[in-house]
Every structure is written in structure tokens, then in C-alpha cells.
């Protein structure tokens, strides 16, 4: 992984369910995630997916494209344009910086509105850095 390394478009159809069920994995009760009469009450058209489930998928993203060794260390991302159902969210990534096994991947999730979200993810991954071999006599198993 190089600085500039573009990561392949994850393509993310945002359905009903998947905004319903992100809000409620994730405890976020608010009714504009899962009553549209009550959003559209507020001044939205329709429901829309919450910031953790929005955090959830851009994890999801990098972690799938990584591997699961991969460990993320920090997600910092904005919300812009809503991701209302039948939206289709795509993800990008690019690879800003690698110091030893740790790399920055800024991520944009944008949608037919605009761009839904955009961030850094900050993530270790042991196969860019130093192998460390187990202690002596690490077996794994139990003794």
C-alpha cells in the first residue's frame, strides 16, 4: 500500500431496511429513521440513515478492502447530503499517508444528492509494518 493507492468503489444500495435497521443496531430511536410520516413532519422527504450506521459502513469498507487483520484506530468522518431509501451510496478511497504498519485512507461516500459522507480512516495493518514473531515457546493453545 502506497500513498495515492486508489481502494476499489464499495456500491451500497440504501433500502429501507438497511437505514431502519442501522438506527436500531446502533439504539438510535429518533423517529426520522424509521417513521416517514414523522420526517417528513420535521421537513425531511422521507427517512434517513444515521451517522452510525454511516460509520458503520465506511468500517465496513476499508476493513472488507484490508482484510481482517486490519484494525481501525480512528473514523472521523462528516455527514452531508441525507442518504434517503433507493439512494445507491458509492465509497471511494485513497491512501494518504503509511508510517510503519499504520495507514490514513480519506473516504467519500456520495450519493445522487451529493457527497453523503467524507472523512479520514485511520487504520493498522500488520502486514505493512515489521513482522513480530511470538514469544518462545507461544503455542497459542491452552495449557
Known sequence: MRVGDELPE??????RTLI?????????????????VAAREKGSPDIFMNILTTNG????????????????????IRLGAPNYPGDTMVLKGSVERVEGDTAT???VGANGIGKHVTGTVTVAVPALGVAHPAPAGATGGAA
Open 20 to 36: 431502519v435497521s442501522g438506527a436500531i443496531a446502533s439504539r438510535d430511536y429518533q423517529d426520522v429513521h424509521h417513521d416517514a
Open 105 to 107: 485512507i480519506r473516504v
Open 10 to 15: 464499495l456500491t451500497i444500495p440504501v433500502t
Open 57 to 76: 459502513l465506511v468500517g465496513r469498507y476499508i476493513t472488507d478492502h484490508l482484510g481482517s487483520g486490519a484494525t481501525l484506530r480512528k473514523v472521523a
